[in-house]
């Protein structure tokens, strides 16, 4: 450790003269050495850092580090504004930094989340020395998981990540203010605090007041509703086969961005390139065995990996690879390594989705039952009212939103208590099930008012009665005809479980999910500018010329 060397703050010139700076890492020699380069905007130092890249242990390795503050972050430039400038930053950042003393000129990036996206920016905008990305935790399309879900705001991730990076812009802001930096961190802190007590329910939902307040930079929605170009600077599909390179994407069944992990994956196969998938038990910020309730075993660790390794080390064997003597090595195909709850056993496969899974239908019947027989005669719908101004309450999920809101599967015993939550469950399962690929709601549905949502989640009953969450997902419904019923279809992401002999599958159906989901009022008026809100009455058919169903991708034991 003593032969490492560091250099904090080391400055890039972008090309309109804007200075970002990055701290180095060399290890100890001459070199020289391939680079590890990772962009972002929670600070070069931060402890998220080390989470997904130890430069330390990464510079033993034989790797030279450059963690950069993205621009109009901590020790960088320029204005903040996120997304914006990513794509030409990434291109002239990976530039400079295989021009660095000690250089192997060749360049591989890594990191998760924003980070992750700063990675595919970079890649698109086709640097040379760019040989390989490792996008960890990242979206897609940003319209699927980052800014909406199903055409819902997602104001849980939302509102938070936008106050927390202003702490950085009001210090810029009020830098020889020492009054009015006090009074803006304190109301923001104020703000921050008080989400889960009723912040969350501030309207309207689509221009969100705390933002104004503030004047804070919001995560996108709100901008990209206002400029729909201007999405394109964090969009990544539809371009996957712009991208010529090797990828190594990690993703978890109950992170906020599990199914963008997963067409990412997709995309980059079909368009014929190297691609590795690891798809662990985990949540955006939990990638250890104990997620929500469960305990998934110690080999879900990702200090293990089913006696594995380290997922780091992993990644680190794969940049050796990749990127290792400067020429653009031909790697390995890439694997696919998934773990299957319920079982909790680390899978290696070849493909994603996989061809062998069956899309199984089982239908919402009356009594509360969920068979996998379609309805022969006439069963009367389910009815539920849906008041915006009581929804119900987030429990767990594939989220990231305030403290008090815990990601994972929980126990869904409340939710499943109220009025406006339809339930309908198996009979105990006589054999292993196994659900593994993408979960979809089949909803013939009505309302009375013209627009509102509907949710749908699927869940895991234990053998003592215990429901908890395994996937879920949204849909809005912008123009519904009043007490008229239409089909939807909610798209629950993607899942890997096992359904274990006397166990049951459960499905919930309900329109909210407060506060991962912004509440839809019904009354039809666009998100930006709704402030009142009505009662709806709903109603769920399951006859034989509207049979709802929750279809799901079995796949046989081998």
């Given at each position: ?54 430069p330390v242990a990464a510079a033993k390795r034989g790797f030279m580090v450059v963690i950069q503050d993205t621009r109009g972050r901590f ?484």
């Amino acid at each position: 450790m003593a032969e490492i060397q560091i250099e904090f703050d080391v400055p890039a010139e972008m090309r309109d003269g804007t200075v970002l700076r990055a701290d180095v890492y060399r290890p100890g020699g001459t070199g020289p050495w391939p680079v590890l380069l990772t962009r972002l905007p929670y600070g070069k130092q931060s402890p998220m850092v080390a989470l997904i890249l130890d430069p330390v242990a990464a510079a033993k390795r034989g790797f030279m580090v450059v963690i950069q503050d993205t621009r109009g972050r901590f020790a960088s430039e320029g204005e903040w504004e996120p997304w914006t400038y990513e794509e030409n930053d990434g291109y002239d950042t990976v530039r400079w930094a295989a021009a660095l003393p000690g250089s192997n000129g060749s360049v591989g990036m890594i990191g998760g989340s924003y980070f992750g996206n700063t990675q595919w920016m970079a890649a698109l905008s086709k640097p040379p020395e760019l040989k390989a990305i490792a996008p960890l935790i990242t979206w897609s399309d940003p319209d699927d998981g980052l800014w909406a879900r199903g055409g819902a705001i997602e104001l849980g991730i939302t509102v938070p990540w936008s106050l927390m990076q202003g702490a950085d812009t009001l210090m810029r802001r009020h830098r020889t203010d020492l009054e009015g930096l006090v009074s803006g961190v304190t109301g923001l802190v104020q703000n921050l605090d008080g989400l889960a007590s009723g912040g969350y329910g501030e309207l309207p939902a689509g221009r969100f007041p705390a933002f104004a307040r503030h004047d804070l930079p919001e995560l996108g929605y709100e901008r990209s509703r206002r400029e729909p170009e201007w999405a394109r600077s964090c969009r990544v599909a539809g371009r996957h086969d712009e991208v010529d390179l090797p990828t190594f994407q990690v993703g978890g069944w109950y992170d906020i961005f599990t199914q963008g992990t997963l067409d990412n994956f997709a995309a980059m196969r079909r368009a014929g390139r190297s691609a590795t998938l690891v798809m662990g038990p985990w949540t955006h910020t939990n990638w250890r065995n104990v997620v929500g309730d469960v305990n998934f075993g110690f080999a879900a660790n990702s200090d293990f990996m089913g006696m594995r390794g380290r997922l780091t080390d992993m990644q680190f064997d794969w940049f050796q690879r990749t990127i290792g003597d400067g020429e653009a090595l031909e790697p390995d195909t890439g694997q696919v390594l998934l773990f299957v709850m319920g079982i909790n056993q680390w899978r290696e496969e070849t493909e994603w989705p996989l061809s062998r899974a069956v899309d199984t239908d089982f239908h919402l019947r009356a009594d509360g039952r969920l068979t996998l027989e379609r309805p022969s005669t006439a069963e009367q719908p389910e009815e539920f009212t849906y008041d915006p101004m009581d929804p119900v309450p987030t429990t767990g999920g594939a989220l990231l939103m305030a403290d008090e809101f815990r990601p994972g599967p929980l126990d869904q015993a409340v939710v499943e208590a109220r009025d406006d939550v339809l339930v309908f469950t198996t009979e105990p399962l006589a054999e292993d099930t196994e659900v593994t690929g993408r979960v979809r709601a089949v909803l013939f549905a009505s309302t009375d008012g013209p627009s509102t949502d509907w949710v749908a989640r699927l869940c895991d009953v234990d053998e003592h009665g215990v429901s908890r969450n395994v996937a879920d997902g949204i849909v809005r419904v912008r123009a519904a005809t009043p007490g008229e019923a239409a089909e939807h279809v909610v798209d629950l992401w993607s899942t890997s479980i096992v359904f274990r002999a006397g166990h049951r599958i459960r499905v919930q159906v309900t329109s909210s999910n407060f506060p991962r989901w912004d509440r839809n009022l019904n009354t039809g008026e666009p998100e930006e500018t709704a402030t009142t809100a009505r009662v709806a009455r709903q109603q769920i058919f399951h006859d034989p010329d509207r049979p709802s169903c929750i279809v799901l991708p079995v796949v046989a034991a081998r």
